[in-house]
């Protein structure tokens, strides 16, 4: 690094050394001088950029110029040092006899640093190999130390556990009596440990491979031991003694071996009791659960307070401590019980998890969890839990139950029930929330879908879609609805047509009667949906939902529900129209009044004509058999734009015959203005122009008070005739 930067700065000095010696040109040359001493210089590139700013001609001439100042400027050097010049050969005498007398003292202090350098060399070499043979006998007496010390261990393992005098068993049972066997088996545990690091060090040595065998037989002789020790504690509920083997099998790391002993010795006796092939029905099975569930506190209680986070009676206390004195590493109910209870249930009952009778499997798999919830209770810790359900039985339990068969088996019944009201869906029924089979059916569904004995906590996303889907398929035959209702006025007059031999040429009325019936479903689809579509957000169970507050599920439900409501404009439209027309359909009888008086000599009138009450019938009848499925204020509503359209479509027919009857009154008196120029006296007769509008006065009064009896509505419909 300091030679380059050595380099660096040795090459920044020549090149301003040659800067300073270049003499400088006049400004108007067309190139920089500096570049000529640059260590980049090339001619080529140097006439290239210059050619690219003047012509060659000038550029000839600038460097002529230069050429001229560089010649003047090497004159005046060679003049100024003339002298060093001319004594640089005489400087020079003598100077190789100088070196000549420096080169032997010179080669005799070469070979004498190399003599240095070669000592040096042997001396590093030889305390290399001195080092090397002492670590090397340092890792023998470290192995050797090592060997005296498994011997050591062997020795004095064999002397506690009696092995060399007597058989294990023998042993076993003569110790077993001694009141300090606890302690013996804890001793021989730690001086095991050590054994067993000392000989993770040592591996692949002989001396080792010559004793395995009796290692072997310690490691036999040891775990038989301290197994008898815990059935013996577990047995008899020894804390101490249950205590201190716990710590042994942790100092041996031998953790999931005491969890083994524990299943095999007191779970697998206990579930084989419990779980039988007969538990078959759903009682038998959360019966079944609720022995499981007992056992944990009986026959556990005393390793879960020894080993527990927290124990059971801190959480019935409501106060979860952790203490200092757990022994840790173990989780008996993670890794002996559980594992074993699924086993048994798999082996056993294997027909729980069949998903053909959905009900039945709904229960069990309902019972089932409930259980897994309580053991998950008895767990004590979260961390516990989580190592439950990360748990190879567990996983391999849940998987058992045929979750995705159990849906499409539940989704097949709905649909096929959904389909099937579509083919009928004005059928009326009673006794229901709604009216229309299709809607009844639509809400039967949607609940049945998040009902207590179908829904499933782990299928709540395939439940919601199934939701989704049905309130979508409601909302695209609802579109179907409306397209036919602007196709044909008379809708549905097809399938009533159906088998009979109805003649186009019938009565006005029988068509009216037809398209009034088919309103009539109208009107109750626009009630049903009043009624059904709050439901879904208000008064289904939604389970799942409960636990999910934070999730876009009810604001996806509650948007499919306004989805369907956007259709009803379009519904409430027709069915006023339809009702209006009905009405409308007797104004054409006042018409006719002009008729009845002008030449005809009949008497004033005193009351209505007969057409005024036939306007109200439609709608009177409208209001008695429909409006008990309407809300009151949507009733008010269709009311009052029903009279408004009537009411419109009346004032325009009254003020036609007034503006008719005043022309022809106009006209009349032009032609008889001489003879009644030529009449000795007035007429105080009564004219028919004079009776036609008392007529329509009356008609429009009885109008005007046949709507004000309407008390549904209020005074707001358009009811000024000029008579």
Request: charged content about 25%; hydrophobic content about 40%.
């Amino acid at each position: 690094m300091e030679l380059e930067k050595g380099e660096i700065l040795k090459d920044g000095t020549d090149l301003a050394r040659k800067q300073s010696l270049l003499p400088s040109g006049p400004s108007t040359l067309c190139f920089v001088t500096e570049d000529f001493v640059s260590e980049e210089f090339n001619v080529d590139g140097f006439i290239t950029s210059c050619r690219s700013s003047v012509s060659p001609e000038v550029l000839r001439n600038d460097l002529k110029t230069y050429f001229d100042i560089l010649k003047s400027s090497m004159v005046e050097l060679i003049n100024k040092d003339y002298a060093d010049f001319v004594n640089l050969s005489t400087n020079l005498v003598g100077l190789d006899k100088a070196i000549s007398n420096i080169s032997a003292p010179l080669e005799q202090i070469k070979t004498e640093v190399g003599s240095v350098k070669d000592c040096i060399g042997q001396a590093m070499n030889g305390i290399n190999r001195r080092l090397k043979k002492r670590t090397e006998l340092r890792e023998k007496k470290a192995r050797l130390q090592r060997l005296l010390n498994i011997s050591d261990s062997v020795d004095k393992i064999e002397k506690l556990l009696q092995i060399s005098s007597t058989s294990p068993q023998n042993m076993m049972s003569a110790s077993s009596e001694e009141e300090n066997y606890g302690h013996l088996i804890e001793r021989v545990a730690i001086e095991f440990n050590q054994l067993l690091f000392n000989l993770n060090q040592s591996k692949g040595l002989p001396f080792v491979q010559k004793i395995q065998l009796r290692i072997d037989s310690i490691s036999r002789t040891l775990k038989s031991s301290l197994d008898r020790l815990f059935e013996e504690a577990v047995g008899g509920g020894q804390t101490d003694s249950l205590a201190r083997c716990l710590r042994t099998y942790a100092a041996i790391d031998k953790v999931q071996e005491a969890e083994t002993l524990f299943r095999n010795m007191v779970v697998k006796p206990r579930t084989n009791e419990i779980i039988k092939s007969e538990m078959l029905d759903v009682v038998a099975l959360q019966t079944m659960y609720q022995k499981i569930i007992d056992f944990i506190p009986i026959h556990c209680g005393l390793l879960l307070e020894l080993t527990a986070e927290t124990t059971l009676s801190d959480i019935g206390r409501g106060s979860i401590t952790t203490s200092g004195s757990k022994i840790r590493g173990y989780d008996f109910l993670v890794h002996s019980v559980f594992p074993e209870v699924v086993s048994s249930i798999e082996v056993r009952l294997p027909s729980i998890f069949a998903p053909g009778n959905p009900d039945i499997f709904h229960q069990k798999f309902t019972a089932t969890l409930e259980f897994i919830a309580k053991f998950e209770y008895h767990c004590c810790s979260q961390s516990s839990i989580l190592r439950l359900r990360d748990h190879s039985s567990y996983k391999q339990f849940m998987s058992k139950w045929n979750l995705p068969v159990y849906f499409q088996i539940r989704f097949k019944d709905i649909g096929e029930l959904t389909e099937s009201a579509y083919t009928n869906p004005f059928i009326t029924v009673s006794d229901k929330i709604c009216r229309l089979n299709v809607t009844n059916t639509l809400w039967y569904c949607v609940s049945r879908c998040w009902s207590d004995d179908v829904f499933l906590l782990n299928l709540t996303h395939l439940f919601w879609k199934l939701t989704m889907q049905l309130l979508s398929r409601f909302s695209y035959w609802l579109t179907n609805v409306k397209e036919n209702l602007v196709s044909s006025p008379n809708f549905g007059l097809e399938d009533r047509s159906k088998g009979s031999s109805i003649d186009t040429n019938k009565s006005r009325e029988s068509k009216r009667d037809v398209v009034l019936s088919d309103t009539a479903h109208v009107i109750n689809l626009i009630g049903d949906i009043d009624i059904l579509i709050p439901m879904p957000i208000s008064r289904l169970n939604f389970y799942s939902l409960k636990l999910l507050k934070s999730s876009s599920i009810l604001e996806s439900i509650k948007e499919a529900c306004d989805n369907v409501v956007l259709h009803l404009p379009k519904f409430e439209s027709h069915v006023i129209t339809q009702v209006a027309d009905s009405c409308k359909q007797h104004l054409d009888a006042a018409n006719s009044v002009p008729r009845q008086y002008r030449r005809t000599n009949r008497e004033m009138p005193g009351k209505c004509s007969t057409y005024v009450h036939a306007i109200f019938i439609p709608l009177k009848s409208f209001i008695s058999e429909r409006s008990d499925h309407i809300s009151s204020n949507k009733c008010k509503d269709w009311v009052t734009r029903i009279l408004q359209i009537v009411a419109d479509k009346y004032f325009n027919i009254i003020n036609d015959i007034l503006t008719s009857v005043e022309k022809t009154r106009d006209s009349l008196m032009r032609l008889k203005k001489n003879i009644a120029a030529a009449a000795s006296g007035s007429s105080t007769s009564v004219s028919d122009e004079d009776k036609i509008r008392l007529q329509l006065q009356l008609d429009v009064l009885e109008f005007a008070n046949e709507v004000s009896l309407l008390t549904l509505v209020n005074s707001t419909v358009k009811l000024e005739i000029m008579c």
